[in-house]
């Protein structure tokens, strides 16, 4: 069975299409700007780079035309890499939030949809946009469709970790409690990561750490969640690209008192304008890593910042679990950039933490980065949220 995975936007939509049979990874791409007289398209074919296209301008007015000029690609004589659309068993749908109402993957139903329509008040520009891409696909393929939550992983945290503490009719009326992101992410390095520990889940402690544009660390105990970073949204946390992380609360009514701001404002303020963004002046850590080395204060300070705050969070979530046997490094920074990881090794070096520097020197690949004798165990693991949502597509499809 071949597997098409969306991600869908609010202008954009990405996909992949994974062989089931050895999870091969038979092309990928992503339309952009949909609905702009700007939409742009660009497909890759790993296997043969002579059928791929980059970044054509294409009309998308719609998601519906953009799946369309997908699968018209996918079989294409010149693009294409299957012959028949029915070669394609079913289609996975990341979707951003499922709230309390999902604790993993679901069979796409009516009921199914309308929770995630419901669950658009915790994510308003992910989860319509999801929601389009379902209903795009139902409009022009007959074949199963699952919905795969980022907030799945995470709903096996016990309550004192994912509650508030402000009232409590606030949890009760409105949902109000930590969620978690990232969460197929995290599911998916943390099964690498028991794999490479020997297999067994039960008595495993550890910390995977997903950093990117948007960043988020899991405390993972005997292969479950059992606290996250990140909250009712993916803005609480570690420093991010653009988003502040946690932060005292009362910064926002003193903001918005002295500078005039309102609510939409200062959450703008908060998700675009803060992080690396407001710190440094951009939210690419390339050009921060660059500038850092080069002696500018602002870029070392957020290194520093973002190094400080990973070994906290990492410490706090040992001690929480009772110990630790793993950390993970995965996203485009934690699998990119050796220097935070060698960083934070050395601050938790009380932890018996001793990092092979050779080793850590690779970028993008799956390696153990500690020494043979360091009693905590690193592991730099890319990650592949499509090949699992692909995996839980296919579970759910083939047990109907």
Known sequence: MKILVINAGSSSLKYQLIDMANDELLAKGICEQIG????????????????????????????????????????????????????????????????????????????????????KKFGPLHNPAN??????????????????????????????????????????????????FHGTSHRYVSLRAIALLGGKAEGTR????????????????????FDTTMGLTPLEGIIMGTRCGSIDPAIIPTIMKEHNLTPDEVDTLMNKKSGMLGLAGTSDNRTIEKRAKEGDPRAQLVESMLCHQLTKYIGGFAAAMGGIDAVVFTGGIGE??????????????????????????????????????????MFVIPTNEELMIAKDTYEIVTNL
């Not at 939409?39 to 953009?66: C, Q, W, Y």
């Not at 074949?143 to 016990?158: I, K, L, W, Y």
């Not at 544009?213 to 993972?220: C, H, P």
């Open 336 to 377: 990119n950039n050796p220097q935070y990881r060698t960083r934070v090794a050395e601050k938790l070096g009380f932890l018996g933490t001793k990092i092979d520097e050779e080793k850590n020197k690779l970028r993008g690949e799956e390696v153990e980065i500690s020494t043979p004798d360091s009693k905590l165990k």
């Open 36 to 119: 702009d007289d700007n939409a742009t398209f660009t497909h890759k074919v790993p296997a043969d780079e002579s059928k791929n296209i980059k970044s054509m301008p294409r009309l998308m007015e719609d998601h519906g035309e953009a799946i369309r000029l997908v699968l018209d690609t996918l079989v294409s004589k010149d693009h294409g890499v299957i012959s028949s659309m029915d070669e394609i068993g079913a289609v996975g749908h990341r979707v951003l939030h499922g709230g309390e109402k999902f604790s993993g993957s679901v069979l796409v139903t009516e009921d199914v949809k309308k929770a995630i329509d419901e669950c």
């Open 206 to 225: 550890i910390v995977t750490c997903h950093l990117g544009n948007g960043s988020s660390i899991s405390a993972v105990k005997d292969g479950k969640c």
């Open 131 to 180: 929601l389009k891409g379902i209903e795009a696909c139902e409009k022009i393929m007959s074949v199963p469709q699952v919905a795969v939550f980022d907030t799945g992983f995470h709903q096996t945290m016990p309550d004192y970790a994912y509650m508030y503490a402000i009232p409590y009719e606030f949890y009760e009326k409105d949902g109000i409690r930590r969620y978690g």
